[in-house]
């Protein structure tokens, strides 16, 4: 059965820090692109940052400069460091995972909020 746990969320003010975690288990196939995606109250999920298998990183234009996304291949674990967070990052971040043969998975959630 295949697992993504999220970690590292929570309540932070504008220019604070957070970093999430998103570990897999339990995916058969090899693991190609990992990515994390958020979805603020009333909008539609948009993708924040992803990184191949061979670490190329691809970020939002909202985030550049402050987000960084990073991966260990070893632990099946993808991360993603938020610095000077700002209350429009306010969110649900979701981790992604994107197998060999097309498959796509999905983690629960995780809720940052940032005060102003």
């Known amino acids: 059965q295949v697992q993504l746990v999220e970690s590292g969320g929570g309540l932070v003010q504008a220019g604070g820090s957070l970093r999430l975690s998103c570990a897999a288990s339990g995916i058969i196939f090899s693991i190609n692109d990992m990515g994390w995606y958020r979805q603020a109250s009333g909008k539609r999920r948009e993708l924040v940052a992803t990184i191949t298998s061979g670490g190329r990183t691809n970020y939002a234009d909202s985030v550049k400069g402050r987000f960084t996304i990073s991966r260990d291949n070893a632990k099946n674990t993808v991360y993603l460091q938020m610095n000077s967070l700002k209350p429009e990052d306010t969110a649900m971040y979701y981790c992604?995972?994107?197998?060999?043969?097309?498959?796509?998975?999905w983690g629960q959630g995780t809720q940052v909020t940032v005060s102003s």
């Open positions: 992604n995972v994107q197998t060999q043969y097309q498959r796509s998975y």
